[in-house]
């Protein structure tokens, strides 16, 4: 029996899953229409405002003229044509933003890290081959990249829009006098998300090790999803209390002071983990009754242990010319302390917007659909 189905004279029924099969809702299919009198065919952005509709709108018919074809007809009057493939793609779509590939969770068990040689002009297969690693791991590494300077830039304006910020388009990562960041200091950070403190936060980082001359200076990289599911298994209760305590993260400097409040763990409308907020340098809970920040700081010392753990951790050396872009709405990072008396360790990195690359990645499957190539 085919997944969708004329169950009556006026429906359409759908097997969403095993088992599960309902009428679509008329108004779902009516919002719907592709024709000329819905859409602006350019563009594809309705002509009507949804909401104008009867919310008693009902099907006066629905017929298959041609298999896979089916002409509904709505009792506002309407009549549009409707291609079943498209439906059941439409009906698969996740409840998430994207359908772009899924997050494949990692732990400190990762020895296959995704690497890929760079090059300037990658075939369109390479690059959704690069989009599809770093959208499952959250992040990937870049080898032999041009150390010349900025050329961050020109590799993050490969994969979208390069965000300019108070640090400026790209900002270099060396340890100077009277730094105000920790990170352009040689000490140890803790495995952090960048900038929770901006609005938005910057989506992806990107950092290239233009010179790496010491023996410490390691880059470290945490999974977030991965430890908040696994404080999730671990103390359900934390992991609901991290996730509904706003906490405000402040960056302040002479010219700059950025204030935002979120919670360590951020939830999507489907309860589902959307980010992790984790900057131990700048966290401040707001002022709680005794009993709920006590609760509140066991479940951030729960996850911070996960996420300081070597079972979450990988560890590994960045050396001239690599260059890591990695999702900060998902992945932590942070670096082992150096001596900058062994010699310079300089890094360069800017950061883009996360829809850059989950765009290009459905432009390139879509394109490479259409030529007869496998995305
Ligand atoms: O020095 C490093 O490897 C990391 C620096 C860092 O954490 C940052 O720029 O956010």
């Not at 044509?81 to 779509?93: H, M, V």
């Not at 960041?181 to 040689?186: E, F, G, I, K, R």
């Not at 999702?327 to 942070?334: K, T």
Request: aromatic content about 10%; charged content about 25%.
């Amino acid at each position: 029996m085919s997944r969708l189905q004329i169950t009556a004279a006026n429906e359409l029924s759908i097997e969403l899953s095993k088992g599960n099969r309902f009428a679509i809702h008329p108004l779902w299919l009516r919002e719907r229409c592709q024709d000329a009198k819905s859409l602006d065919l350019r563009t594809g952005q309705r002509l009507e405002d949804p909401s104008d509709l009867d919310l008693q709108l009902g099907l006066t018919s629905v017929i298959e003229v041609e298999p896979g074809r089916y002409r509904i007809r709505f009792t506002d009057g309407h009549e549009a044509d409707f291609l079943g493939r498209e439906i059941l793609a439409e009906a698969a779509l996740p409840p998430g933003d994207h359908d772009c590939p899924n997050p494949r969770l990692w732990d400190g068990t990762l020895t296959d890290m995704p690497r890929a040689a760079w090059t300037d002009t990658p075939t369109p297969e390479v690059k959704a081959a690069w989009l599809a690693s770093f959208l499952e791991f959250g992040f990937i590494i870049f080898t032999g990249v041009p150390t010349g300077s900025k050329t961050v830039l020109r590799v993050g304006s490969a994969f979208g829009y390069v965000r300019d910020t108070n640090f400026g388009a790209y900002f270099d990562v060396r340890s100077v006098p009277d730094a105000n960041d920790l990170a352009y200091t040689s000490l140890f950070l803790d495995a952090h998300t960048d900038n929770p403190y901006r609005s938005p936060v910057p989506g992806v980082q990107l950092l290239h090790c233009l010179v790496n001359e010491t023996t410490g200076g390691l880059s470290t990289l945490v999974d977030g999803f991965a430890a908040a599911e696994a404080l999730h298994a671990q103390d359900a209760e934390a992991f609901g209390i991290l996730a509904r305590t706003p906490v405000r993260f402040r960056f302040r400097d002479t010219d700059t002071e950025l204030v935002r409040s979120a919670p360590l763990i951020e939830l999507d409308g489907a309860l589902r983990v959307e980010a992790v907020n984790f900057s131990p340098r700048l966290d401040y809970v707001p002022l709680l009754r005794p009993q709920e920040l006590a609760a509140y700081f066991r479940a951030r010392k729960a996850f911070d242990q996960l996420l300081r753990s070597p079972r979450f951790e990988i560890r590994f050396l960045l050396g001239s010319g690599d260059l890591m872009m990695m999702d900060n709405r998902r992945l932590l990072h942070g670096r082992t302390a150096f001596d900058p008396r062994e010699g310079l360790r300089h890094l360069q990195g800017c950061y883009i917007d996360l829809d850059g690359p989950r765009s290009l990645y459905r432009v390139l499957r879509r394109r490479l659909a259409s030529s007869g190539s496998p995305a």
